[in-house]
């Protein structure tokens, strides 16, 4: 199994900057995808900013210039940098993660994990 540790979530004025971090760890063998995306209560989760194994980047619009997502592939982390923060982020912001997980009957197992959420919450 894998799981995703989020930390880095609070609370701050519009303008205010936070980092988001989310270390995977279990059974993994590659990570392909990492990736945050976000929820508000009564709306489906959206998919914010993503980054693959080699380096390639895919942001919202909404969060194109203010938002800069980065892996640490040694360290099996995804960070998520969010600048000028607006009232309209906030949201429980979820880390994915999608790759190989363990060697079994002949192939590799794949997975799609998610983190617990952390809450963002950026006052006017």
């Known amino acids: 199994q894998v799981q995703l540790v989020e930390s880095g979530g609070g609370s701050v004025q519009a303008g205010g900057s936070l980092r988001l971090s989310c270390a995977a760890s279990g059974s993994i063998s590659r990570i392909n995808t990492m990736g945050w995306y976000r929820q508000s209560p009564g709306k489906q989760r959206d998919l914010v900013a993503q980054i693959t194994s080699g380096g390639s980047t895919k942001y919202t619009d909404s969060v194109k210039g203010r938002f800069t997502i980065s892996r640490d592939s040694a360290k099996n982390t995804v960070y998520l940098q969010m600048n000028t923060l607006k009232p309209e982020d906030t949201a429980t912001y979820y880390c994915?993660?999608?790759?190989?997980?363990?060697?079994?009957?002949?192939?590799?197992?794949?997975?799609?994990?998610w983190g617990q959420g952390t809450q963002v919450t950026v006052s006017s």
């Open positions: 994915n993660a999608v790759g190989l997980g363990r060697w079994i009957l002949l192939r590799y197992e794949e997975f799609a994990a």
